[in-house]
């Protein structure tokens, strides 16, 4: 079987930790190639999703000293979905296999191995790397997280529980990957959609190395809204649902208004009726919203505005060399 690895790693503001990550993962790529599961054309490529401190730098620098490594550069900031799918997409045209991960270091590295033998010897084409526990992650990140991937699930988007962006795909499935031309990314509702023929090796993720967090809460709850807005049209429907409810409950009351007319026995209600009254318009003020989420994802799909724009790529100059 084809065995030229690539890995791919976004990086947005990475200098604190890129330089130890070249190292373990050199380290790594000697002990593969050493043992035959990868062969010597196989290469760490580094996405430089516009930083603005000195990470594209130390990749010009890492990649003169180190033949392992090579890099592309966005043309501005474009996201961590993007810098990995201009990754995956340029990685694609030179391995069979490509793995991605994040720079920090908090993904084991040895997962590498197990994921490679699944691939090599079982014939996977997709290896997705889950997490066996949250103990490292503190009680209100650990709640949110397992939160939204049950809520996903409750929405019909198909994923892979406790599964971030380090999986491992093939040429093949990368290839397929391509077709999916969309705006509004969801990588990992994507390729569970894809298909063909997958596994799931666990790991117990680490400490992030160095540096701060880029996905604080505020791009937490976007990421994850993006995801629902992107995969399923359950939120559409349970407006619907909603808008039957409240009729019921309306002609509830309007029986139980009348029956309280003839009875001669009405009760002043102003306050019931002005809370209905703000009720009901909260309720349609974010239904608008939710349906104006869809339609404003729709138009950005209709401009086929390119996803990311690659200003520099290392790899081919060192082909065109």
Request: with cysteine; proline share 2%.
């Amino acid at each position: 079987m084809k065995n030229t690895l690539y890995m791919v790693i976004p990086c947005y503001n990475e200098e604190e930790v890129i330089l130890e990550t070249t190292k373990r993962l050199h380290e790594k790529y000697d002990d593969l190639i050493k043992r035959k599961l990868i062969s010597k054309k196989s290469k760490i490529l580094y996405v430089n999703d516009g930083s603005k401190d000195k990470t594209w730098e130390l990749i010009l620098k890492i990649t003169k000293e180190d033949s392992y490594f090579s890099g592309i550069s966005l043309s501005r900031n474009r996201g961590h979905q993007n810098a990995l799918v201009a990754g995956l997409l340029t990685a694609k045209d030179y391995a069979d296999v490509v793995i991605s991960m994040d720079a920090d270091l908090q993904d084991d590295i040895h997962t590498i191995d197990t994921m490679l033998t699944k691939y090599l010897d079982e014939g996977v084409e997709i290896v997705y790397g889950v997490r066996s526990s949250r103990q490292t992650d503190s009680l209100f990140k650990r709640t949110t997280a397992q939160g939204f991937y049950k809520f996903m699930q409750f929405m019909g988007v198909d994923v892979v529980y406790n599964h971030a962006d380090f999986r491992l795909t093939t040429k093949n499935v990368l290839n397929h990957f391509a077709d999916y031309k969309e705006v509004n990314l969801f990588l990992r509702g994507i390729f569970p959609l894809i298909g063909f023929k997958s596994d799931i090796v666990y790991y117990e993720r680490k400490e992030r190395f160095a540096g701060e967090s880029k996905y604080p809460l505020k791009k937490m709850l976007n990421f994850a809204w993006d995801g629902i807005t992107s995969f399923s049209v359950r939120p559409l429907r349970l407006i619907c649902v909603l808008g039957f409810i409240i009729l019921f409950i309306s002609l509830c009351v309007m029986i139980y208004s009348v029956i309280m007319k003839i009875l001669a026995n009405t009760i002043e209600g102003w306050a019931f009726l002005a809370i209905s009254i703000w009720f009901i318009g909260a309720l349609q003020m974010i239904s608008i919203g939710i349906i104006g989420e869809y339609v404003g994802k729709m138009y950005n799909e209709t401009k086929s505005r390119p996803r990311f724009i690659v200003e520099k790529n290392l790899l081919e100059s060192k082909n065109d060399k």
